[in-house]
């Protein structure tokens, strides 16, 4: 609920996993566990929403950023599939699940294909490093953007968006 929490001062979340399970998306796992809290992070809208320019697209973020970083955890296929699936299974929207996944012990990053990071591939739901030494780099590139882009936004805060209208009391 956008009364409650000013999301316009979050700049992304990052959430630490040590390992990075999958197992059945509908029961318990690492991987449902993060995909439901980026789903509640998501929710909270910003009043400002800010972007940039990533080659030749415009891309806006009106939600918090959500990066997951995992020391273990699957191989880029198998992720990539649960993802998809989850998507499919549950009718959400690729852009509420996590935007990044890092997870060092693979050597990969995988990234939404919305144009952040690289330039959108037309037919492409995820992407990731071409090179196993890459595996940092993506996602200090992704984070730097985001904070460059976020100061370029005005300061203020409207609070009466949050706050709505004063009652008589």
Known sequence: ???AFLSDFVISVVEIKSNLTTGD???????NSVIEASRKVKALKRVHPFGGISGKEMVQFDHIPYLV????GPAH?????KLRSYERNNQVKRDRLPDMFVVPSQKYYLTQNNG???PIEIDVDWTRNAEDTGTLIGPFAY??????AYTSIPKYMPFSKYLGEPHQV
């Open 25 to 31: 998306l509908q029961g318990s796992s690492e991987l």
């Open 116 to 118: 952040w990071l690289a």
């Open 1 to 3: 609920d956008h009364d």
């Open 77 to 81: 296929e198998t992720l990539a599939e």
């Open 69 to 72: 970083f995992a020391f273990d």
């Open 143 to 148: 984070l730097v953007k985001l904070v460059e």
